[in-house]
T-cell receptor
Framework: DAMVIQNPRYQVTQFGKPVTLSCSQT?????MYWYQQKSSQAPKLLFH???????NEADTPDNFQSRRPNTSFCFLDIRSPGLGDAAMYLC?????????????FGPGTRLTVT | AQKVTQAQTEISVVEKEDVTLDCVYE???????LFWYKQPPSGELVFLIR??????QNEISGRYSWNFQKSTSSFNFTITASQVVDSAVYFC??????????????FGTGTLLAVQP
């Protein structure tokens, strides 16, 4: 089945220790998104790629970076995680960035910062 | 401003009851899309439905139905004969085009639905 896969599902890191979360997709979608979702809140868009074009949200901290080496993979790098970065990180894809296209989400990675 | 309001934070029902989740949106756009997503305890957001601003027909899919009314800027979601497996957080979202190739989802705060056996 075509899908969005995120690894790992659970990640524990230490305060200030860099961490990378990964996302892969078999849907061959142009667009990949990264969201941060804190407890009992709606997902918050961090950035997205349209093919290789990177689009950062204005309020995304510099601590968060992303890489998309090819169509299938996208990575979220947190350079120096703080306690406030503990959250669920969701990857999503869509066929194109037109606003009619639904986004398909992966199962998420729950990040704990100790 | 673009905004989605889900006034119901939590709803608890007993299995087989019908339940309606409310969604009210604000937008100045004439063309936009509305979505519902389900987020079960496992965490993954599951796409349920998309509706464009020009199509006000109600939609039914099994036990799920959606009522879109532009006059009241509402896009409500009804589950008929609820089941325990319906327990989840449900998000309503508005999509708009920010010009060029950019698309963003504006989510409501979600409604936690608990279906008791």
């Amino acid at each position: 089945d075509a899908m969005v896969i995120q690894n790992p599902r659970y990640q524990v890191t230490q305060f200030g220790k860099p961490v990378t979360l990964s996302c892969s997709q078999t849907l061959n979608h142009n667009v990949m998104y990264w969201y941060q979702q804190k407890s009992s809140q709606a997902p918050k868009l961090l950035f997205h790629y349209y093919d290789k074009d990177f689009n950062n949200e204005a309020d995304t901290p510099d601590n968060f970076q992303s890489r998309r080496p090819n169509t299938s993979f996208c990575f979220l790098d947190i350079r120096s995680p703080g306690l406030g970065d503990a959250a669920m990180y969701l990857c999503a894809t869509s066929r194109a960035s037109g606003y009619s296209y639904e986004q398909y989400f992966g199962p998420g990675t729950r990040l704990t910062v100790t | 401003a673009q905004k989605v309001t889900q006034a119901q934070t939590e709803i608890s029902v007993v299995e087989k009851e019908d339940v309606t989740l409310d969604c009210v949106y604000e937008t100045r756009d004439t063309t936009y899309y509305l979505f519902w997503y389900k987020q079960p305890p496992s965490g993954e957001l599951v796409f349920l439905i998309r509706r464009n601003s020009f199509d006000e027909q109600n939609e039914i899919s099994g036990r799920y139905s959606w009522n879109f009314q532009k006059s009241t800027s509402s896009f409500n979601f009804t589950i008929t004969a609820s089941q325990v497996v319906d327990s989840a957080v449900y998000f309503c979202a508005l999509s708009r085009n920010y010009g060029g190739a950019t698309n963003k989802l504006i989510f409501g705060t979600g409604t936690l639905l608990a279906v008791q056996p």
